[in-house]
T-cell receptor, first 114, second 115 residues
Framework: KAGVTQTPRYLIKTRGQQVTLSCSPI?????VSWYQQTPGQGLQFLFE???????NKGNFPGRFSGRQFSNSRSEMNVSTLELGDSALYLC?????????????FGPGTRLTVT | AQSVTQLGSHVSVSEGALVLLRCNYS??????LFWYVQYPNQGLQLLLK??????LVKGINGFEAEFKKSETSFHLTKPSAHMSDAAEYFC?????????????FGPGTRLSVLP
């Protein structure tokens, strides 16, 4: 079974631009979560989608948004990029069924904002 | 609110020595607990998980962890370190009551293995 895939793997943008990151979960997984990882803040939860609905949201500004499609694929968008948005963005998928909580992570998208 | 602490941001061991990475959690109900490993420029890989079955959990690559409710701990161990174990390790807690309650990760511990 294929793992979680994220595209693109690397991205360089300039301040003020916007960016869209894509995540394809493991087949059959209905939950997709997004995390931002930086050296200073560690792993921070952005949001989770389940059956095309945002089910949970972290403490990030409204510039960060996401969506999930009917095939469970998810996209994350960041508008008006700031230098501080430079980070590794990780997507994780989960079955999210009773007793099954583990998340499986993709390789991440490394975003650099200049 | 849940929280996770990992004592020691950097741990160094000699090859063949015992690996002990510490994790303590705070949760109002017995949580699900996980250990993940991250190699440079990669995502996180699940090492093992605790979901209220056996308190001693065995994972991949020879790692295991023991859930101790009285100590609110879930320390990760490996009897003999290998050079390939050098990576960053994250402990995470999940609230079993709500699938939408997402993981809270600890700050991570970087493991170095010395020859």
């Amino acid at each position: 079974k294929a793992g979680v895939t994220q595209t693109p793997r690397y991205l360089i943008k300039t301040r003020g631009q916007q960016v869209t990151l894509s995540c394809s979960p493991i087949s059959g997984h209905r939950s997709v979560s997004w995390y931002q990882q930086t050296p200073g803040q560690g792993l921070q939860f952005l949001f989770e989608y389940f059956s095309e609905t945002q089910r949970n949201k972290g403490n990030f500004p409204g510039r960060f948004s996401g969506r999930q499609f009917s095939n469970s694929r998810s996209e994350m968008n960041v508008s008006t990029l700031e230098l501080g948005d430079s980070a590794l963005y990780l997507c994780a998928s989960s079955l999210a069924m009773d007793g099954v909580h583990e998340q499986y992570f993709g390789p991440g998208t490394r975003l650099t904002v200049t | 609110a849940q929280s996770v602490t990992q004592l020691g941001s950097h741990v160094s061991v000699s090859e063949g020595a015992l690996v002990l990475l510490r994790c303590n959690y705070s949760s109002s109900v017995p949580p699900y607990l996980f250990w993940y490993v991250q190699y440079p420029n990669q995502g996180l890989q699940l090492l093992l998980k605790y979901t209220s079955a056996a308190t001693l959990v065995k994972g991949i690559n020879g790692f295991e962890a023991e859930f101790k409710k009285s100590e609110t701990s879930f320390h990760l161990t490996k009897p003999s370190a290998h050079m390939s174990d050098a990576a960053e390790y994250f402990c995470a807690v999940s609230d079993r009551r709500n699938y939408g309650q997402n993981f809270v990760f600890g700050p991570g511990t970087r493991l170095s293995v010395l020859p």
